[in-house]
């Protein structure tokens, strides 16, 4: 490969992962600005209000995406096969893997109905439930009505946003690895030490 042909492939797969790594940090960004102005100043002193919500979204998120795609995605001898899962554009990976709308609700009742009453099924339902009751209805045990339907009414949304998130950075990961291959750590430890180096 020339030099100027590796350039160009070094900036393009630069350009690739600054687009891909913008849309995540922007939508947390966003939506922590939105909650931060719907939420009680007092809410971070309720540590079981904040959790919920996000314990809901990330449960949520993961079934969404193995409803939808199953273990065969995400199998480590098709990850960097060529014409593979994972083989993808950056287009296709926005459209086909990241999008919100690849991931209806209504796959949750199809995760259910073909996991009859297993174990698993049982569990993640059982979770499922607790944390959206527990995100709607445990800020009714420390705020006053007007405050509590907006903090539960946040919390819908964080859970919202928090399964969208969960969803894009489980399909980012393994596209990553595809992407990258080996050079997926080096990137992981960078971002790692960036983050605590802030913290």
Request: one cysteine or more; hydrophobic letters at 55%.
């Amino acid at each position: 490969m020339s030099e100027p042909s590796g350039l160009i492939a070094a900036v393009t797969l630069l350009v690739k992962l600054i687009v891909v790594l913008a849309i995540p940090l922007g939508v947390a960004r966003g939506a922590a600005r939105l909650l931060d102005r719907m939420n009680p100043p007092d809410l971070g002193k309720v540590p079981i209000a904040a959790a919920m919500p996000r314990l809901l979204g990330l449960t949520l998120g993961l079934v969404l995406v193995y409803d939808h795609y199953g273990w065969r995605h995400f199998d480590l001898h098709s990850l960097f096969e060529v014409d593979g899962p994972w083989d993808l554009s950056l287009w296709q990976f926005l459209v086909q893997r990241a999008s919100p709308f690849n991931y209806r609700p209504g796959s949750l009742i199809d995760y259910f109905a073909q996991g009859g009453i297993g174990s698993t099924t049982l569990l993640v339902g059982i979770v499922l439930v607790a944390t959206a009751l527990g995100s709607v209805m445990t800020p009714f045990a420390y705020w006053e009505k007007p405050v509590a339907r907006r903090v539960a009414l946040g919390n819908l949304a964080c859970a919202v946003i928090t399964a969208y998130l969960t969803i894009y950075v489980v399909v980012l990961l393994f596209w990553l690895l595809h992407l990258l291959n080996f050079w997926t750590f080096a990137l992981l430890a960078a971002i790692f030490q960036y983050y605590r180096a802030r913290a």
